[in-house]
């Protein structure tokens, strides 16, 4: 239909491209390869790449072997012509462009749309982390970011939780009961990232950060509203994490690996493999083990008794 206009023959269409992962087994080379092989001559199958982005270097690599069509914003017009009304202004202020809440109708009377004001999103890991901690927010409310900002900001939340907990319930059963119902909302979602990156199951990213953000700020201002100052972002406690983060992320995967193996819970994994090992050395297998027993004695999470 693209080379003569007329209905009939064979395309693909591959979305969301720009989650293609350059560790994904060979297959950006199997594009890169089919893309390169085009000839008038022989034109093959037609393919359309649908990408949110086109700055990523995988995609740049793409890209050379492409027309690169730029698809902006509907038209406002175009907008009233599908629905049969008007525009909502919030949607112009606060939709960015997206559809889908329109066609949900969450834009559709039940206030002054003239009235709303756009909400303040703070800039900055840490003033992010302070305003899911410390503000009441609109848990609809969807923050657009990208996903590494969204994961240092649970990370922040995740570090000064108790203190927030216990600058309302103190040093109580309630405020340790009320920890332990947030932070199984942060392990859930770090589940659901753990899923995402390593199956390349990227809608669970929107629903990791709802958990991490708009869930825990509801369940702590609901069971521990705040009512005195904000804390000064200097009093925030703050880890670098970006290096710390890649090392524990690769630890959990092993991990799980092992746990998955063994058949064992994962917080005893590394009791569990060094006991293996060691049968294992016990009979004479060495060789590459003893390089993998140093790989376990440097992520050991406890020490063992």
Known sequence: MMETGKKGGL????????????????????????LREWRPANPGVPVIFISNTIHQRILQMISR???????GMADENQISSLLGISVPNEWKRLGNGDLR???????????????????EIPDGVVPLARWCLYTEMDPYLTLEMENNDSNLAG??????????????????????????????CIQESDYADY?????????????????????????????????????ALISMRYTPVLTKQSALFNTWKM??????????????????????????????????????????????????V
């Open 155 to 184: 990370l922040v939340i995740a570090e000064n939780l108790p203190d927030r907990i216990e600058g309302v319930k103190g040093d109580t059963r309630a405020a340790w009961d009320l920890y332990v119902k947030i932070f199984q």
């Open 65 to 71: 072997y492409c027309l690169t069509i730029k698809v």
């Open 195 to 231: 899923w995402a990156f390593f199956y390349q199951t990227w809608r669970l990213l929107g629903l990791s950060q709802d958990v991490k953000l708009n869930t825990v700020n509801m369940y702590i201002s609901q069971e521990a509203p705040w009512t005195s100052e904000e804390p």
């Open 255 to 304: 991990l799980c690996e092992i746990a998955d193996t063994h058949g064992t819970s994962i917080r005893i994994t590394p009791l569990a493999l060094m006991l293996s090992l060691n049968m294992e050395n016990s009979s004479g297998i060495v060789t590459k083990k003893q390089d993998k027993k140093k790989k376990v004695d440097s992520m050991t999470l406890f020490s063992l």
């Open 101 to 119: 809440p329109l066609l949900r109708g969450e834009y559709a009377g039940g206030h002054n749309e003239d009235d709303d004001m756009p909400v």
């Open 11 to 34: 395309g693909v269409i591959l979305d969301e491209i720009d989650g293609l992962s350059s560790g994904e087994k060979g297959g950006l080379q199997s594009l890169l390869a089919y």
